[in-house]
């Protein structure tokens, strides 16, 4: 049943260091009605993605901050309650940025962000994760940035993460003969190698972990797909192989915190003895491409060649606490929130 009240989370502050509970003010409002071309969503699922962290600093990136007052900018997945547009009716399902609020109101403007979740698709959340941005993520940072061949070794870093656990596994659906993590707990260690079939998987506390990455595979990465940054891409870099690709994915160690010194890298110039490359990428790069990968991503799940782990909260109330996860290393595999 349609309620006649909305429940948001606005930014009240900026935070300057890990995010919580204090930077967010709930405020209570009517469920907007629809215009003529556009739509009103139930939101049913968050996501949570590190760069949310990013958007509430007030600096130019590749997307606007999130102004103070402002609902908070994150994806998710819901179901068209009202709509005045054509295309899409009550009942269509879902999936762009919804914001951490319980209904959103859809502009003409925003329609075209808008993707809709096939019906045949029995987890709707899945839009979120595996065959979502973090899916995508991976395939394409795997596949067009690292470009794993038939008996590379590979290194995952924060591997037991939504994006890593994927890429791991594209690596070696690609043929990649070794595939190496590395994780914060000694459970998201198991499960990486138990259920996602890593080779073997590296603490990131170890104070040795660029000896102990030499361990893992004495010839060196032939890829490196690198979530974290700072001291962890240094020990990376340290054992790349000769003609090495390092894709960069994200840099969640710097906590996208812009205050926070920059790191030095000390073997970068490896990447010249080494004749190795490091690229950056964004998924959205790829857009043209997103309904094929999310073909060959499907099919891998329903393969069984792809798990993937999902770790749920429920309420809006708790999506700070959702968001600051993944910067403690709360999550093991994708982090949602379903609204109840
Ligand atoms: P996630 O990996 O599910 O969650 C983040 C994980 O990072 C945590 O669970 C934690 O695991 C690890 N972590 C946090 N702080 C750390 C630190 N200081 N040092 C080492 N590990 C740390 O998150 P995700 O959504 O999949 O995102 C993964 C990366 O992909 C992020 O860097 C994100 O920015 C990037 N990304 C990039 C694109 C793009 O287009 N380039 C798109 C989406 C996401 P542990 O317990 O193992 O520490």
């Not at 102004?67 to 900018?73: D, K, L, N, T």
């Not at 080779?199 to 104070?207: S, T």
Request: proline share 5%; glycine share 12%.
């Amino acid at each position: 049943m349609l309620k006649t009240r909305n429940r948001s989370l606005v930014l009240r502050e900026r935070p300057t260091g890990e995010v919580g509970d204090e930077h967010f003010e709930m405020v209570e409002g009517p469920v907007p009605t629809p215009r003529a071309g556009e739509v009103v969503i139930r939101n049913e699922w968050l996501s949570f993605d590190p760069a949310q962290r990013g958007w509430m600093n007030d600096v130019r990136s590749y997307a606007p901050p999130v102004a103070i007052g402002e609902v908070m900018r994150a994806y998710g997945v819901g179901m068209i309650v009202a709509s005045e547009h054509a295309d899409l009716p009550v009942g269509t399902r879902v999936q762009g940025q919804l914001g951490w609020q319980e209904y959103a109101h859809i502009p003409p403007g925003g329609i075209g962000e808008l993707t809709i979740v096939p019906p045949e698709i029995a987890h709707p959340e899945t839009m979120l994760g595996v065959l979502g941005l973090t899916g995508l993520t991976a395939y394409f940072g795997m596949l067009m940035v690292g470009i794993p061949g038939v008996g590379d070794t590979v290194l995952v870093t924060a591997a037991a993460g939504a994006t890593g656990s994927i890429a791991g596994q594209i690596a070696r659906i690609n043929g990649a003969s070794r595939v190496v993590g590395t994780a914060g707990t000694a459970e998201k260690r198991a499960w990486v190698c138990e259920v996602a079939g890593f080779d073997e998987c590296l603490d990131h506390y170890d104070d040795d972990v660029r000896r102990q990455l030499r361990r893992a595979a004495p010839g060196g990465y032939d890829v490196v797909f690198d979530n974290v940054g700072g001291s962890l891409l240094d020990a990376a870099l340290f054992n790349i192989a000769e003609r090495g690709r390092i894709a960069l994915c994200g840099s969640i160690s710097t906590g996208y915190r812009p205050e926070r010194p920059a790191i030095g890298l000390h073997y970068y110039q490896l990447l010249t003895t080494r004749r190795s490359r490091m690229e950056g990428f964004l998924v959205t790069d790829f857009a043209d491409q997103f309904d094929r990968a999310r073909g060959d991503l499907s099919r891998w799940v329903d393969e069984g060649k792809i798990q993937a782990s999902q770790d749920v909260l429920t309420g809006l109330e708790r999506a700070p606490t959702g968001l600051a996860r993944l910067f403690s290393g709360g999550n093991l595999g994708k982090q949602l929130l379903r609204l109840s």
